[in-house]
């Protein structure tokens, strides 16, 4: 089956500082997303994906989907206390929004202030 | 409140038992996908519903079943309950306009 491997696994940083973090696949996908997940809450979108080489922002967020399409990373810059979660890749395969994501297994990120 | 709820927020039952977690999809979404996870496997595809039909199944168990009734609501049904499925189990829903939305999940305890 399909598999997403993210890296790091986890992180401890200054506030301030800026972190990258990125998920590879043996698979294509048509759409990378990136989540985040605050304790006891299920995961929150930050960024979507739908073509090869798209590079978006949001806000002190950036990601990107990789040429390959079995690829993407998400940067962060300028790192606050409250950036601290687990931070998630999903896949989605299918051409629209109706079909299952394939999660990595997070990266948690640690903010020291 | 990401529209998505999900009911119970804690259970916690005994070994043997059975539970049914629900889930309500966010107004006029059509797909209900359940997640599972757990510490050591992150989170696991189960099985999606699209407006009352399986439509794909993920790592679910022969103990494990699910429906989508014809309001969209959706239950989750797990039984014979062992130690190791003790795990947060997220509902989703998902449209075009919208994407994939979470709940905030059912945290089951098996004792």
């Known amino acids: 089956g399909q598999q997403l491997n993210q890296s790091p696994q986890s992180m401890f940083i200054q506030e ?11 698979s294509i996908f048509n759409t990378w997303l990136w989540y985040k997940q605050d304790p006891g809450e299920g995961p929150v979108l930050l960024i979507a994906l739908y ?29 606050i206390p409250s950036d601290v979660g687990i931070y998630f890749c999903a ?15 997070g990266t948690l990120l640690t903010v020291n202030p | 409140d990401s529209g998505v709820t999900q009911t119970p927020k804690h259970l916690i039952t005994a070994t043997g038992q059975r539970v049914t977690l629900r889930c309500s ?25 699209y407006n009352g039909e399986e439509r794909a199944k993920g790592n679910i168990l022969e103990r494990f079943s699910a429906q989508q009734f ?5 239950e989750l049904n797990l039984s014979s309950l062992e130690l190791g499925d003790s795990a947060l189990y997220f509902c989703a829903s998902s449209s075009r ?13 098996v004792v």
């Open chain 2, 25 to 49: 999809p966010r107004s006029g979404d059509l797909s209900v996908y359940w997640y599972q996870q757990s510490l050591d496997q992150g989170l696991q595809f189960l099985i999606q519903y």
């Open chain 2, 97 to 109: 306009s919208f994407g994939y939305t979470f709940g905030s999940g059912t945290r089951l305890t």
């Open chain 1, 51 to 79: 073509k090869a080489g798209e590079l978006t922002s949001n806000g002190r967020l950036t990601a990107q989907f990789g040429i390959t399409r079995k690829d993407s990373f998400l940067n962060i810059s300028a790192s």
């Open chain 1, 91 to 105: 896949g989605q395969l299918g051409g629209g929004s109706n079909y299952k994501l394939t999660f990595g297994k």
């Open chain 1, 16 to 26: 301030g500082e800026d972190v990258s973090m990125n998920c590879t696949s043996s």
């Open chain 2, 70 to 74: 014809p309001d969209l609501h959706s």
